[in-house]
């Protein structure tokens, strides 16, 4: 049997186990296996904790619930951040991802996570086509959104592309999100953010997730979407976020570029799983 913890920040939740003293080797059909809702445990995405080789506190890995490990999560950071900071009565933690590095801190019951500087090159999102990100067309088959006219592209250590809507909640996150993460000019596929702009501090977000689809939040797409806004003259560096889950706090720093997003993180319960039978039970796949 293996222990494992059910965690969520703004209901984007995850199946988080800890692989630091017994190592955890998960593939694909395991990962789906348990996020499946219905036959597993169910989450957005896997975390494994894993010992970094370069003295950071701990390097993660984020696996969506396609069974594709991905760069780099937000969400997940805070709630990783809150377990190690709970354990080892520290007041920072440093993470390390293949997405880069996170130092977290405590922020009253808060946490707040520190990236470095975004990658804003087409080259760094990545794109098969040489653009300017802060404002370039996307042209989408089936698809004749004004929106598209006018996108924006982040890499937070993982690919983001925004549409700026007059209203996210008739947005069609559920069509147009699958058609862009799959779109030919994102190698990689590309998470979908559908921003509203509310005042130069608010904007509102819904997001289509890489190998997810729909979530209640994504902590690395609210920070690209303030990166863009930004970029564009829609708002100024402080920004409140709020996403179907709820509220975070993100700021692009202006004296070294840094980005700084800060929110709550849960633990909803923990359990054991016999991950061999949960994978025949669920066919492998």
């Not at 913890?5 to 003293?21: I, S, T, W």
């Not at 289509?208 to 920070?223: K, L, M, N, S, V």
């Not at 979407?225 to 975070?248: F, I, N, P, Q, W």
Request: glycine share 10%.
């Amino acid at each position: 049997m293996t222990r494992f913890l059910k965690m969520h920040g703004l209901g984007n939740d995850f199946v988080v186990f800890d692989a630091r003293e017994d190592p955890l080797a998960l593939d694909g059909p395991q990962v789906r296996a348990i996020a499946d809702r219905r036959r597993g445990i169910g989450c957005d995405t896997v975390i494994v904790i894993e010992n970094d080789k370069n003295g950071a506190d701990a390097f993660t890995r984020f696996i969506n619930a396609d069974g594709g490990e991905v760069e780099s999560c937000g969400n997940a950071g805070r709630c990783i951040a809150r377990l190690l900071i709970d354990e080892s009565g520290k007041e920072l933690v440093r993470l390390s991802s293949k997405g880069g590095l996170m130092e977290c801190r405590t922020a009253g019951d808060l946490i707040t996570v520190e990236y470095g500087p975004p990658q804003l090159d087409w080259r760094e999102i990545p794109m098969a086509q040489a653009v300017d990100t802060a404002s370039f067309a996307l042209q989408v088959e089936g698809f004749a959104d004004k929106a598209l006219q006018d996108v924006s592209a982040v890499a937070m250590g993982n690919p983001h592309l925004m549409l700026f809507v007059e209203n996210t909640e008739a947005a069609p996150v559920d069509s147009l999100g699958p058609a862009i993460e799959h779109h030919a000019w994102f190698p990689a596929r590309t998470n979908v953010e559908f921003v509203e702009t509310r005042a130069e501090n608010a904007i509102r977000m819904r997001v289509w997730e890489r190998g997810i689809g729909i979530t209640q939040a994504c902590g690395t797409g609210a920070c690209a979407s303030v990166v863009a806004a930004h970029r564009r003259g829609l708002t100024g560096r402080k920004v409140a976020v709020e996403l179907d889950g709820g509220m975070l706090d993100i700021e692009w720093r202006e004296s070294d570029d840094h980005i700084l997003m800060t929110g709550p993180t849960a633990l909803s319960f923990e359990g054991e799983v016999d991950l061999a039978k949960l994978g025949s039970q669920n066919g492998g796949s």
